[in-house]
């Protein structure tokens, strides 16, 4: 299984950026997905989550109504469209795929619950 990230970068306060991710070696329309997040020397945390069909997702509090999470299942794509961008938002950021929860209807942001990680793509927002 291979999970690729991309779309991070160095932006200011208050733009936009989408996050996409990549997933190949499953099947695909079957796995829950997720994206985490890691700030500088802080842990790493649960962003927002998508249940196999789509039809139920999940956020952090912190990003509620400012961060959207899709999935394109015909191109095996995760997406994370991410607005007004905040310096708290800077991290490392991770897709994450699952084949241990594909039956739950509901998601979850809990790292227990995905077995196949990317590397990251770094998002910095500048002040």
């Known amino acids: 299984v291979q999970v690729v990230e991309s779309g991070g970068g160095l932006v200011q306060i208050g733009a936009s950026l989408r996050l996409s991710c990549q997933v190949s070696?499953?099947?695909?329309?079957?796995?829950?997905l997720g994206w985490f997040r890691q700030p500088p020397g802080k842990e790493r945390e649960g962003v927002s989550c998508?249940?196999?069909?789509?039809?139920?997702?999940n956020y952090v509090q912190s990003v509620e109504g400012r961060f959207t999470i899709s999935r394109d299942n015909a191109k095996n794509t995760l997406y994370l469209e991410m607005n007004s961008l905040e310096p708290e938002d800077t991290a490392m950021y991770y897709c994450?795929?699952?084949?241990?929860?594909?039956?739950?209807?509901?998601?979850?942001?809990?790292?227990?619950?995905?077995?196949?990680w990317g590397q990251g793509t770094q998002v910095t927002v500048s002040s």
């Open positions: 998508i249940n196999y069909s789509g039809t139920n997702t």
């Open positions: 070696g499953l099947t695909f329309d079957m796995a829950p």
């Open positions: 994450a795929a699952t084949t241990l929860t594909w039956w739950r209807p509901v998601c979850r942001t809990e790292a227990t619950d995905f077995n196949y």
